[in-house]
């Protein structure tokens, strides 16, 4: 769509979850009745027996000319004995990648087996000129202080890369570049300080940022991504509904063509296409303004 982007976020739960063979058909139906421009998976995996599980997706839909990269790290060995098993997250991009980078988030202390387990991460993209970060957070509902740790991490990460596109002229001046896309699932509700920091809405130790919660802006209803009602997958495992994955976009305050602004956001990958669910999380997609999108 002309100056539009859409970008599709999903936690595919693909080595955890059960029956990926059937569901990552789900995810490609849900590509192609979709058409996103950017795709942001977590939870992707390859290993030096298995191919990796977002470039097969990619090659299962050519008809949308996917590029993808994937950035993971092993998990320790005292929960997956496999070190050459990568887990992590993906972008796939109409574009293709000029740049991607990895980083592993930090995390508040050693004292938990899961914590310190699970590589968590961020992963960078830069496609035809637009800055994409992909993120998975610590899970339990218990692990607030290392997600803060995490968010700041990330804002850190983000400022990094955008240095100074970020910045406003003096006296005021409108800024010509697209804000960043930050995506991912964040294992944290609406009103946990680690999102309303994202949001703006909390100081954490010190610092304060801002990123548009895309549904917050644009969406309708609850926007639950897990729901036991809704998801098989998500009522064996016991989870309760909540909002935990999310599309953010950075400041559109005095762009150019009102680049950033967030037009529409709704649930995706929330039923089944092909008679199973796509994961025990729904997905998001989400139109933004993007005065200088490139055809692709």
Not at 6 to 15: E, M
Not at 120 to 145: K, N, Y
Not at 151 to 165: F, K, S
Not at 259 to 276: C, I, M, W
Request: charged content about 25%.
């Amino acid at each position: 769509m002309a100056g539009i982007l859409r970008i599709a976020q999903l936690n595919a739960g693909s080595l955890l979850e059960p029956d990926w063979p059937s569901r990552r058909l789900e995810i490609v139906e849900w590509l192609r009745r979709l058409a996103p421009d950017v795709v942001c998976f977590e939870e992707i995996w390859q290993s030096g027996e298995s191919p990796n599980t977002a470039g097969w997706i990619a090659d299962n839909v050519p008809e949308l000319g996917y590029h993808w990269r994937f950035g993971g790290a092993a998990f320790g060995t005292e929960l997956w004995p496999d070190e050459s098993l990568e887990f992590g997250s993906a972008v796939l991009s109409r574009w293709p990648i000029d740049d991607f980078r990895y980083h592993r988030l930090p995390f508040a202390s050693e004292e938990d087996p899961l914590v310190r387990s699970v590589p968590w991460e961020l992963v960078h993209a830069r496609t035809a000129g637009l800055d994409v970060f992909v993120c998975h957070l610590a899970a339990a509902p218990i692990h607030g202080r290392h997600r803060q740790q995490q968010v700041l991490a990330i804002d850190e990460q983000v400022r990094e890369v955008r240095n100074d596109l970020e910045l406003l002229g003096m006296p005021v001046q409108r800024r010509d570049s697209m804000p960043p896309v930050l995506c991912g699932d964040f294992n944290a509700e609406p009103d946990s300080d680690e999102i309303r920091f994202l949001c703006g809405l909390a100081v954490l130790d010190g610092r304060t940022t801002y990123y548009q919660d895309a549904w917050r802006v644009a969406g309708d209803g609850p926007g639950f991504t897990q729901d036991w009602r809704a998801n098989t997958i998500a009522d064996g495992a016991n989870i309760p509904r909540k909002r935990i994955d999310y599309v953010f976009v950075g400041d559109g305050w005095f762009r150019e063509g009102n680049a950033g602004r967030v037009l529409s956001a709704s649930l995706a990958f929330d039923e089944p296409l092909t008679g199973v669910n796509a994961s025990d999380h729904a997905g998001l997609v989400v139109d933004v303004v993007w005065p200088q999108r490139p055809d692709s």
